[in-house]
Antibody, heavy 115, light 112 residues
Framework: VQLVESGGGLVQPGKSLKLSCSAS????????MHWIRQAPGKGLDWVAYISSSSGTVYADAVKGRFTISRDNAKNTLYLQLNSLKSEDTAIYYC??????????WGQGVMVTVSS | DIVMTQGALPNPVPSGESVSITCRSSKSLLYSDGKTYLNWYLQRPGQSPQLLIY???TRASGVSDRFSGSGSGTDFTLTINPVQADDIATYYC?????????FGGGTKLELK
């Protein structure tokens, strides 16, 4: 199982960014997937979930601003981040939902929101 | 939302000792299927989190039997026995009983 995030970077407040998570080593379409973030020096903070049938759930802090999606043909998970705020600055991890919320995690991608 | 509260450790801990990390949830994590949806993760410095324990007491694949999980519906313990140098990390409990999925604040383990 391998999960590789990409798409992070430095972005100004109010702007947008799209993260990707490329999955391999398992049948991607059969698993729910999560995005979980970690602000610098802080703990883990769940962001969003998409089921194998593409049902979605969001944390209140990102609802209406972030969109989780998946492309099973490309074995890729996405997170569209709009109207970014400084408090969205964090490492963003994708994680596979197995017997737990995250039985496998990616290496993470850094998003910095600053002017 | 379910609030997860973790206890602190009396750091630093002597290598070779037994260490217990506590976690409490604001609501029972016991589900109608008989499983308790409490997970433990460790995160070494500069690395991604990795799963240690799920369903309160089931070790994830490849996890050393030095790690064990126990508890009730709302009070949980991760025990490391004996603790080794490679265990230096921050440990997180997390509930997957219901959304939003929530984590404890983390417990840092330092060795003497």
């Amino acid at each position: 199982v391998q999960l590789v995030e990409s798409g992070g970077g430095l972005v100004q407040p109010g702007k947008s960014l799209k993260l990707s998570c490329s999955a391999s080593g398992f049948t991607f379409s059969s698993y729910g997937m999560h995005w979980i973030r970690q602000a610098p020096g802080k703990g883990l903070d769940w962001v969003a979930y998409i089921s194998s049938s593409s049902g979605t759930v969001y944390a209140d802090a990102v609802k209406g601003r972030f969109t989780i999606s998946r492309d099973n043909a490309k074995n890729t998970l996405y997170l569209q981040l709009n109207s970014l705020k400084s408090e969205d600055t964090a490492i963003y991890y994708c994680a596979r939902e197995g017997s737990s919320t995250g039985d496998y995690w990616g290496q993470g991608v850094m998003v910095t929101v600053s002017s | 939302d379910i609030v997860m509260t973790q206890g602190a450790l009396p750091n630093p801990v002597p290598s070779g000792e037994s260490v217990s990390i506590t976690c409490r949830s604001s609501k029972s994590l016991l589900y109608s299927d008989g499983k308790t949806y409490l997970n433990w993760y460790l995160q070494r410095p500069g690395q991604s989190p990795q799963l240690l324990i799920y369903w309160m007491s089931t070790r994830a694949s490849g996890v050393s039997d030095r790690f064990s999980g126990s508890g009730s519906g709302t009070d949980f313990t991760l025990t490391i026995n004996p603790v080794q140098a490679d265990d230096i990390a921050t440990y997180y409990c997390q509930q997957s009983r219901e959304s939003p999925w929530t984590f404890g604040g983390g417990t840092k383990l330092e060795l003497k």
